[in-house]
């Protein structure tokens, strides 16, 4: 089938070639005309002809409210749009809404896979109604990996987005589970091959994953992890789910503890240790360090 | 080859059929009669031809100094014990010690897999000397998966049971991670098939792993996991891993918190949070439930 | 001077019987006719005959925004308005736009003290402009306690309701600190006085304060606490402030875990556990309660 | 009455000059004979002309046993030795054995009051039997502030080092809590003056304590803390307190947390978050610094 597909960076345009190599046929905009298939956002809907018309949406968080807002004026009754980028859920019903004005139907849909997608195939989480759902199954069909798993319709509009938030905060915790025990290894002198041993893991063990082979492939590049630094990022979905969390009086210890840890690792110098290091100094003369 | 194999449980009974499935001799001695091929652990030495003899220990903890204690003076020279139960790693220097005195080498090797081992094999981290690990290979290289993973040697006498507590440490994490997930997803209204969710993460996902198809397992045979208590025991490694990690200045929050949300559920009610509900009451008159 | 004061329940009550011990003319406002002072809030605007009139707020958090909206027609240029209420911050600045439309100063006021407030006097946190302030001084001198500490102007309109938030965040971790200890040496053999422990601390220590006093008090109505279920509730600016951290990327492991421990205080039973004991009967046949 | 003191160093020396303040005789030992009043432990022993004779050793953990072995061999049937050091509660059932070979009394006393204990008065917790507690009963009520608290007799030998190492456990948490509540309050861009904020929480407020005013003087000397380092050493009891809570199955979320942002704040770089990285790096492509 076609499929408008706005935003070809590294998810996109991935996905793209992904979807070609299926069979579909994909027009591709984007800001980049080097990369894009259309002009314009405008261009691109009329490069569509087959009914109803289906647009995926891959930009930055930033961007996705106004690229909805163009083509709500540039699409009709019956088309479809997919917002597959990374949306806070609640975001999604005021999305919807905006197009259901014009006749619309809107999906949420969170992606995983990153760099391994286009290879491997994408996890596809999924809200909104059935009938819109149906409209995209071709293209959710050919972007999810092969097999019975990948793909889930979550439930009405929003689900898609929630259903990903909560996949992004399992896995910061689960890295963490990972990063601790590394470290705890690597500062014991009990276990000499430390590598060896995370690899030993990829078989028969109870914490075989898909981010332990990851791990694994970075120690085999850099066995002590020498070149890089202890700083890491966080794309906000680990954030929104602890807000979720406290906002359903849910306890999330171990995911919050890894989204602090990220945190932490940002800090050149923490100020709550400062606080600490000062009251330490006031009731003990204990030292500080300048 | 041969091997002596005292204890067989849950554990040592699945090991003796995997080993004989591949071809081994197992002499298996367990106090239950019914199961054992031995009266005694002297008669189980006794059985044992070749030279050197290897004698497997699959016991409770507390039951392995003593049956160590007895090997000693039934095995010699160049014979190998494997001490394959969750012996807390610093034990094992002492264990060595004691066969030491009688020319008899010591392996610990910590065993994952749990009821799945039989068919799938078992991950087997070891430490000891790599003379003393070349004795037993045949009998790992048949109990581990097939395949490269799934067997390291990590160091010396105590490598094995230190590696083998930091991959359970990862594992009450990783264990946490899913679960604090699965409580939000299932605590807000927006996703509707939750079973549905966490089945779909088993392809594409950053998070699919072999804990996370067990989590589906035991949605689709209960899927609000109504007939199940939230209550979960604690073996030990998670204490030491803890411990171990408190020993070396490791910060291991997520670990942890994975560690007391277990304590915590074996709480009927929690004695902090009585007395946080105390003071709330003589702070501001709050009311206290009786 | 005068003071509108709307809202006359356990804090407001208390507040309207301290300012009148301190000589100050009070026309209080409730919707319970047998405390009030007035019919209406337009009567109690009426009552007040200085100018400018100060009406100070101390309303459920849900009636905030109403009370705001009718005394926006009832004062006028110059008067001011206090929010003494639990509003969250960033409503602050709404309100604040609300009466500024009709000339009438905002200042939010977080008040902490609670039920001893009437006697030692209450902790104010003010955010405002400082020409605001000066209205209400002398309201602050007489319900502040005596001496130099106990009132602070934090900025400008939302300082104050975020000040009084971080009191409250930093007190859920004291109160969790003291809690936790409280619970091991109850748990341990090794301290067999435990409220005479408490008791002792009172004086000396690093671990003085006042809420360490509440403690005590605590422990000797009840000295195992045993009237007392482990529930504790929270009241909403935990919660806030573990958002605001979120929000500004500061780790705050102590307060969430503070606050998670209070969620979990409310479960009869954990699902997040539910789903680790599930797992943990799925690989290793360990049994569930049922 | 007559003490002899081994240990004249921060704390020791200002116990001596406020046990001579208040009328005792101390015969000080130190290895630095500028401070000393006796030339050995020996002579010290010789100088004490009352019966029983009361020695209290305040030196670094390891000396204690050393000078409690050189002691037994010293003091006699009825004599008494005060542990006042920081030692593991669980050392002092070994040490009192040692000196219950000879008739001598063992008591641990923790000590809490850091530079302040002077002036003020130290807070003792002791364990150990009722009578040898009368028999030091007079030092103690010199040490110990003025009024009815700072002194407890908590249990049997280990008591009171368990008491006192539950208390510095209890007072990372609450440090933890202040830290936590300055950092977001000097994050955040509403509180315009946060050591105003401090000082004005020292009356009224909740969280009033000893702490406070502690941070409240270091803010006055250095209003952001500019010239402290993030970096808090721990002395031991903290570890030992989440260790004994890991014992005893007693969730201590919050104080766990204060230890690990301890071990976090001396790393300049931390491996777990090297792992984390690296992971994200593997999967998403994230970039990763060096």
């Known amino acids: 089938m076609q499929l408008g597909l706005i935003g070809l960076g590294k998810m996109g345009g991935n996905m793209r070639d992904r979807l070609r190599a299926a069979g579909h046929t994909v027009v591709g905009y984007d800001t980049n005309p080097e990369i894009s298939d259309a002009t314009t956002v405008a261009d691109m809907v009329e490069q569509l002809t087959e009914s109803p018309r289906v647009v995926w949406v891959m930009v930055p968080v930033k961007a996705v409210r106004p690229v909805l807002e163009e083509l709500a004026g540039l699409l009709g009754e019956g088309d479809v749009v997919i917002e597959g980028g990374n949306s806070k859920w609640i975001n999604d019903h005021h999305n919807a809404d905006l197009l259901a004005g014009r006749g619309i139907g809107y999906l949420d849909c969170g992606v995983s896979g990153g760099v391994w997608g286009k290879e491997l195939g ?29 793909f889930v319709h979550a439930g009405e509009v929003g689900a898609g987005h929630f259903a990903k938030m909560v996949h992004n905060g399992i896995e910061y915790a689960i890295m963490q589970a990972y990063a601790e025990g590394w470290e705890l290894l690597a500062a014991s002198g009990e276990v000499t091959d430390v590598p060896a041993v995370f690899e030993s893991w990829r078989e ?6 898909w981010l ?4 694994v492939n970075a120690l085999k590049e850099d066995p002590n992890l020498d070149k890089i630094r202890g700083y890491a990022e966080d794309s906000g979905e680990g954030r929104w789910t602890v807000e979720a969390a406290i906002d359903l009086a849910v306890p999330a210890p171990a995911i919050s503890a890894s989204l602090f840890a990220r945190f932490a690792s940002r800090q050149d110098d923490s100020p709550a240790m400062k ?3 000062a009251m330490r100094n006031q009731f003990g003369g204990h030292a500080v360090l300048a």
């Not at 071709?138 to 097999?147: R, Y």
């Not at 332990?212 to 791990?215: F, G, I, T, V």
């Open 275 to 277: 606080m600490v290091a």
């Open 122 to 150: 994408y996890a596809l989480m999924c809200g909104g109604s059935s009938e819109d759902v149906a409209k995209a199954q071709p293209i959710f069909d050919a972007l999810k990996p092969p097999g019975e798993f990948g």
């Open 204 to 209: 028969g063990t109870v914490i075989r994953s």
């Open 212 to 215: 332990l082979d990851l791990a």
